[in-house]
């Protein structure tokens, strides 16, 4: 098939794991015979800097008209002053709006290997295979700002439109699993949150088959760490999503392990790994790219509609993960370029196999 991906390498490391998702995506196109032309872009403080806007209306141009869109990650101590007019940040939000991902989809599928990586006890990690969804475009994110000399304000705002949609995503994703949706809120204070309760309970509704329950935010954060195993869909809103989805990466062992695919009404996803830029080890070669390398494989399912190709993607990095040398953040020696070259052998040897 033929395809146009849209690459946004960002700030920091997230050029060096683009680089290394456009590496598998190359050679998965060259396995399978697909053509996929990418379309290299700016946006964050690198396109601050070219240009003085985060999000260029080239590269929202761009990825309007792709199949997918592979980003790395944005932001960075040199754009973080807080009087900034402007942030890198500013358009990653944008690129979100702008392509109406509002599902923001975190697996955390524990690897084994997992409990050796994670500071947690390896009982704790054991089983865990959850997925979270994260409402990506509404929220505190979205509300309206001020800021004066003496005060700020980000107002939270949610309709029952926006959390419609991504309750439906998720109660039709529990019936491919376990059929469990978790909804996590703070109802007992937000009156957001008593609005996103009372729709999970009308959508839960259309779904008998699937179970629903609902967990306050902070005794979410709780339960995450000491019952992972007991969940299978998690829905939240955007803010929460955030907190709670870096907390699981310390199940897995890393930030750098966890992939994401951002998906809305249209085919065109926006995938990126759910860490940031990485500043403190930017252009050391020490950045683990399997998140970046896993968001591909979400691209290919999810976008490109190729499972199989997926599935081997997946299949190679779970082959690295059992023998691999990692890199430093999961207690290795390898560089990013190592863990690259052996996740292409990896899905060499599987292609091979098949
Ligand atoms: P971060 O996720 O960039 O880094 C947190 C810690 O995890 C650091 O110690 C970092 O070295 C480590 N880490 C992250 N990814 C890694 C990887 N792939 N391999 C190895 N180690 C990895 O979070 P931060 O330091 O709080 O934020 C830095 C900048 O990134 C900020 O400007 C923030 O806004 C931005 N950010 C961007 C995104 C995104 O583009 N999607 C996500 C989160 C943060
Ligand atoms: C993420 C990041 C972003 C978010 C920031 C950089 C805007 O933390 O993708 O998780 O909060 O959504
Ligand atoms: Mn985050």
């Not at 990418?38 to 141009?61: H, N």
């Not at 869109?69 to 890198?88: E, F, Q």
């Not at 309750?167 to 009156?191: P, Q």
């Amino acid at each position: 098939m033929k395809a146009t991906i849209v690459v946004l390498p960002g700030d920091g490391i997230g050029p060096e794991v683009a680089a290394a998702g456009v590496a598998v995506l190359k050679a998965v196109a060259e396995r399978y015979g697909h053509e996929f032309s990418f379309d290299q872009q700016l946006i964050g403080g690198a396109a601050i800097d070219a240009v003085g806007d985060p999000l260029p209306a080239a590269t929202r141009a761009a990825c309007e008209k792709a199949d997918a869109v592979l980003l790395g990650a944005v932001g960075g101590p040199k754009w973080s002053d807080p009087n900034a007019p402007v942030r890198p940040e500013q358009g990653l939000l944008a690129i979100r709006k702008a392509l109406g991902v509002f599902a923001n989809v975190r697996p955390l599928k524990l690897h084994p290997r997992s409990a050796a990586l994670s500071p947690l006890k390896p009982e704790k990690t054991k089983g865990v295979d959850l997925v979270f969804i994260r409402e990506l475009t509404g929220g505190i994110y979205f509300g309206a700002k001020t800021r004066s000399d003496t005060d700020a304000t980000d107002e939270c705002r949610y309709t029952v439109v926006e959390i419609e949609r991504v309750m439906r995503h998720a109660f039709e994703l529990a019936r491919t699993r376990r059929r469990k949706v978790t909804s996590v809120d703070k109802a007992n204070v937000l009156e957001t949150s008593r609005l996103w309760r009372s729709v999970a309970i009308r959508i839960g509704q259309e779904y008998p088959d699937v179970s629903l329950e609902h967990q306050l935010v902070d005794s979410m954060a709780m339960l995450l760490l000491t019952r992972p195993a007991d969940y299978d869909v998690i829905v939240t809103e955007n803010m929460f999503g955030d907190i709670l989805t870096d907390e699981g990466a310390v199940l897995a062992g890393s930030l750098g392990l966890l992939p994401s695919a951002s998906l809305g009404e249209k085919p065109c996803g926006l995938y990126e790994p759910i860490h940031g830029s990485a500043p403190d080890i930017a252009g050391l070669g020490l950045a683990n790219p399997l998140g970046t390398i896993l968001s591909t494989a979400m691209l290919l399912r999810h976008s490109l509609n190729l499972p199989t190709e997926a599935a081997l993607v997946e299949a190679a990095v779970d082959a690295v993960l059992e023998h691999g040398n990692l890199t430093r953040d999961v207690g290795g020696t390898a560089s990013t370029q190592d863990v690259l070259d052996a996740v292409l052998d990896a899905c060499n040897a599987k292609a091979e196999a098949a």
